[in-house]
């Protein structure tokens, strides 16, 4: 029961690694306020009992970030944990082919959300000496895999905001971590122009191992930290077929080169 009746937020907790996440915190004794937009967060909560409360919350809105950190407040008394998890991936294509919407739709969530996330948690934790702050980036945001160029920035952004937020809270008692992981078996992976096989999932991470390497920060006792964390699959898989049919998407069909159906 290492985080025994400390109370956590976990954005994103309606699938995947939010999912995992939030079960296993409450595994560990944590109240636990599940935030998404999906819907899905009902189901979770209902599936924990007692130690969730659902919430449904767009990251990207500010008073939707605030009203999920008064459900804390006023539920639990205080705020403890905060995973901001809620991701978005957008589309696999070469950079030219992007879109200013969808520049916009990806760092509204991984940006913007954070930055929401991390202003409301840390007013609400100040007030009680402090707490935990763990932001979900990913490896894009270190090696710039080709074709995933907004959702890396967005993602290094996430990396590079935690270092503030480590070298200017820590003396307040705020302990920040940056998680990175590589590829993750969920269902964001459906969403992809070539959702990967069953074979190619299997050597994935898992959402609990992910969920895992969180508690491991956040359950730490006040005098000890980690600043970053990245954790990634042992098998490296290729992933050249993915990038090759995403580089087609949207492409009218007498586009040069183009493979035919």
Not at 72 to 101: C, S, W, Y
Not at 111 to 118: P, W
Not at 141 to 158: D, E, F, M, P, R
């Amino acid at each position: 029961m290492r985080l025994e009746n400390k109370i956590a937020i976990i954005t994103g907790a309606g699938s995947g690694m939010g999912r995992a996440m939030a079960k296993r915190f409450a595994s560990e004794g944590a109240h636990v306020v599940c935030a998404d937009i999906s819907g899905k967060q009902e189901a979770v909560a209902a599936e924990i009992g007692d130690a969730a409360v659902p919430i449904h919350t767009d990251v990207a809105n500010e008073d939707d970030v605030r009203k999920m950190i008064a459900v804390a407040e006023d539920k639990f008394g205080r705020l403890d944990i905060l995973v901001n998890n809620a991701g978005f991936g957008g589309q696999m294509a070469p950079l030219h082919e992007q879109t200013a919407e969808s520049w916009d739709r990806v760092h509204s969530v991984n940006i913007r959300g954070v930055f929401f996330g991390m202003k409301y948690g840390i007013t609400s934790m100040l007030k009680t000496g402090g707490g935990a702050i763990v932001n979900i980036s990913s490896a894009s945001g270190l090696v710039g895999w080709k074709h995933h160029s907004i959702y890396g920035a967005a993602k290094a952004g996430v990396k590079n905001f935690m270092t503030f937020l480590h070298n200017t809270y820590r003396n307040q008692g705020i302990r920040a971590t940056t998680i990175l992981p590589g590829e993750t078996n969920t269902p964001i992976m459906d969403n992809r122009a070539r959702p990967p096989l069953e074979r190619e999932r299997a050597v994935m991470l898992d959402p609990h191992d992910v969920a895992r390497a969180v508690l491991l920060c956040a359950s730490l006792q006040k005098g000890a930290m980690i600043p970053e964390l990245q954790i990634c699959p042992t098998f490296m898989r290729d992933t050249s077929v993915d990038i090759e049919t995403a580089r087609w998407v949207g492409a009218p069909d007498d586009t040069p080169d183009k493979p035919k159906k």
